[in-house]
């Protein structure tokens, strides 16, 4: 059975904190995701990355940054972490090519910062 | 104009109704399409993915239109299961981007 799994559901941070979220995938996909959800905007994409060191700006990324040293892993960064950054984030993977290929979502993790 | 769009709903609708939802997309280059569930709460989960002639699996039919840039689903004999947020998503032109609508929202009444 696929997996993504994000480190943790809940997460409560005060401004001004360094964020750490963490994504791993064992389905040996290329590409992978970070989003946020919000309530009347729908998911928005933070950034991605289609391969080991690679990552690229999605729309979103001010106030963000991202890791991937391991194909598995894909962590995203709130370097000063503030009030508009509470959210819903989700993580997903899919492998790479063209056609159908199926995006696979983490159980998200809501972060709320204080 | 946001790139992908849905009807705005919330859809109510009675145990055993077809319901139609509505997605049109501002990319002509996109590629690949899909219709995701989300129930309350949890991950967003493939419901199934839009094939250029239409598709169907059970209840559930989808049909592209790519001349109109619209995405349709179809669900026949709705179940008080079906309740969830039905998410209209297009792979971006050109790289293996997802781009999600808004959502639009059913509840199945009993």
């Known amino acids: 059975d696929v997996k993504v799994t994000q480190s943790s559901r809940y997460l409560v941070k005060r401004t001004g904190e360094k964020v750490f979220l963490e994504c791993v995938q064992d389905?040996?996909?290329?590409?992978m995701f970070w989003y946020r959800q919000d309530p009347g905007l729908g998911l928005r994409l933070i950034y991605f990355?289609?391969?080991?060191?690679?990552?690229e700006k999605g729309d979103i990324p001010e106030g963000y940054s991202v890791s991937r040293e391991k194909k598995e892993r894909f962590s995203l960064i709130l370097e000063s972490a503030s009030t508009n950054q509470t959210s819903m984030y989700l993580c997903?993977?899919?492998?790479?090519?063209?056609?159908?290929?199926?995006?696979?979502f983490g159980q998200g993790t809501r972060l709320t910062v204080v | 104009r946001k790139e992908v769009e849905q009807d705005p709903g919330p859809f109510n609708v009675p145990e055993g109704a077809t319901v139609a939802f509505n997605c049109t997309y501002s990319?002509?280059?996109?590629?690949?399409f899909f219709w995701y569930r989300q129930d309350c709460r949890k991950e967003p989960k493939l419901l199934m993915s839009v094939y250029s002639s239409g598709n169907e699996d059970g209840r559930f039919t989808a049909q592209l239109n790519r001349a109109s840039q619209y995405i349709s689903l179809l669900i026949r004999d709705s179940k008080l299961s079906d309740s969830a947020t039905y998410l209209c998503?297009?792979?971006?032109?050109?790289?293996?981007?997802?781009?999600f609508g808004p959502g639009t929202r059913l509840s199945v009444l009993p």
């Open positions: 389905m040996d996909h290329e590409n």
């Open positions: 997903a993977s899919s492998l790479s090519g063209t056609g159908l290929t199926e995006a696979f």
């Open positions: 990355s289609y391969d080991v060191k690679m990552k």
């Open positions: 998503v297009v792979n971006r032109a050109g790289g293996q981007n997802f781009v």
């Open positions: 990319n002509s280059a996109s590629q690949s």
